[in-house]
């Protein structure tokens, strides 16, 4: 069985400086459609068990939101987290389901936007290989942040060698794509970030390679994707979209 796990429950404090405060960030619209509902029509479409959105913030408006959608509601259970205001880490662990009945899980955040065409490769990719951890990378993106070091760099697909927190940036540094799919066995790993005092879920996955335990990496360069953090990235998602309907 495989669940996709979408993370909706943070404030989005920078971007809620510059936007409408009364309302989740993943239900600001890109080109008349909200991102989580953009998110939801891809992730319906492919082969997925169940999706379940935690909410936090703002999260009554989101249940209402699935709520008011049939196809939303068929697919979809929203939980409430109690102690997302901790950090993502908290929010995924307050995920209660029967473990034993997930084999994968897929994870992301509800303010990603990305091409259908992405995550149909990722799957694809995913059941073809059945990878214990798979992340995907842009090569085409700029270095910020926390970035994967990779074998094989002229590969399409390979295995990371570590997670890059530092601004100096090599040559095998790629830019990360928030979203992977991973087994109960990563699981382990949640809980020790969590009891290490870690916030993220780069954490887990840092200590997850640490431990000896390979995480392997899709290149999907390519496809157009914006993790929306801030008004800039916003605006650029909103012009990107507003010019594909005027082509």
């Known amino acids: 069985m495989t669940v996709v796990i979408i993370l909706a429950a943070g404030i989005g404090s920078r971007i ?26 891809i992730l319906i479409n492919v082969d997925i068990d169940r999706i379940y959105i935690i909410v936090g913030h703002l999260g009554d408006q989101i249940i209402n939101f699935v709520n008011r959608h049939e196809k939303y509601q068929s697919n979809c259970v929203v939980i409430k987290s109690r102690n997302y205001l901790k950090g993502p880490i908290f929010t995924f662990h307050d995920l209660d389901i029967d473990k034993k009945m997930v084999e994968n899980y897929l994870l992301c955040p509800a303010d990603l936007i990305i091409k259908p065409a992405a995550i ?12 214990e951890l798979l992340i995907a990378i842009d090569r085409s993106k700029e270095l910020k942040g926390v970035t994967a070091k990779i074998k094989n760099v002229n590969k399409s697909y390979g295995i990371v060698k570590d997670y890059n927190f530092t601004n100096k940036k090599g040559n095998d540094d790629r830019k990360l794509i928030p979203i992977i799919i991973f087994n109960n066995k990563f699981l382990k790993y949640v809980d020790l970030a969590i009891n290490s005092g870690f916030t993220k879920i780069i954490d887990a996955m840092r200590l997850y390679l640490e431990d000896g335990n390979q995480t392997n990496y899709i290149d999907l360069t390519g496809n157009y994707w914006f993790d929306i953090d801030d008004i800039k990235i916003l605006n650029q998602a909103r012009k990107f979209f507003n010019d594909r309907e005027k082509k």
């Open 120 to 131: 149909r490769k990722f799957l694809e990719v995913f059941r073809e290989n059945n990878p």
């Open 16 to 41: 809620r400086q510059s936007t409408n405060k009364d309302i989740p960030k993943s239900l600001i619209s890109v080109s008349n459609i909200s991102m989580l509902g953009r998110l939801l029509d």
